[in-house]
């Protein structure tokens, strides 16, 4: 199995701040990286795929990067909706893996 | 617009077969652009993927899983089915159906609102 490490597990923020977070591959994925938020109580909505891609709809502050085995999710001005929880998944293999995710929190 | 529904017990005995299905509406299920897949989350937990299939019947297994998962198609009702035998309290979560888009590169772009099964007696 491929596995998906995300950091970090949680991260504190205001609203304006620029996050990043990263996920990292156990082995090459090529650009095969999808990402994707989760508010409490709601289905996981897909951001970004094939790494770098913004899925219709997604607002541009929203942003993809990497390839090989790093990669990064980066919200260029965090907006007050913004404030959930963010996954990574792999979709290299047949037999897909999620990474662990982030939650994004007031600070 | 496309839409999944899944449907199913929400409380299944430790030992028995959890039985879900996911009702595709506004599309057909038989598209060669899509995979169907179901996704699952413990409570206060993350995603797990359950696995894949193609509506020709091909299906795909989480190996630590493998071996108590079925994954099935009827394309008549335009819905696809989960059975996972032998359940305990471990596999109490919510469960989503989700599309998987080829042309996304595998990413999972439509998603079930999700239902949630608790094993207990």
């Known amino acids: 199995d491929i596995q998906m490490t995300q950091s970090p597990s949680s991260l504190s923020a205001s609203v304006g701040d620029r996050v990043t977070i990263t996920c990292r591959a156990s082995q090459s994925i090529n650009n095969y990286l999808n990402w994707y938020q989760q508010k409490p109580g709601k289905a996981p909505k897909l951001l970004i795929y094939?790494?770098?891609s913004l899925q219709s709809g997604v607002p541009s502050r929203f942003s993809g990067s990497g390839s090989g085995t790093d990669f990064t999710l980066t919200i260029s001005s965090l907006q007050p909706e913004d404030f959930a929880t963010y996954y990574c998944?792999?979709?290299?293999?047949?037999?897909?893996?999620f990474g662990g995710g982030t939650k994004v929190e007031i600070k | 617009q496309l839409q999944l529904q899944e449907s199913g017990p929400g409380l299944v005995k430790p030992s028995e077969t959890l039985s879900l299905s996911c009702t595709v509406s506004g599309g057909s299920i038989s598209s060669s652009s899509y995979y169907w897949g179901w996704i699952r989350q413990p409570p206060g937990k993350g995603l797990e993927w359950i696995g894949t299939?193609?509506?020709?019947?091909?299906?795909y297994y989480n190996p630590s899983l493998k071996s108590r998962v079925t994954i099935s198609v009827d394309t008549s009702k335009n819905q696809f089915s989960l059975k996972l035998t032998s359940v305990t309290a471990a596999d109490t979560a919510v469960y989503y159906c989700?599309?998987?888009?080829?042309?996304?590169?595998?990413?999972?772009?439509?998603w079930g609102q999700g239902t949630m099964v608790t094993v207990s007696s």
């Open positions: 989700a599309r998987l888009g080829q042309q996304l590169q595998d990413a999972f772009d439509i």
């Open positions: 299939m193609y509506y020709t019947g091909s299906t």
């Open positions: 094939a790494a770098s």
């Open positions: 998944q792999q979709s290299y293999s047949t037999l897909l893996t």
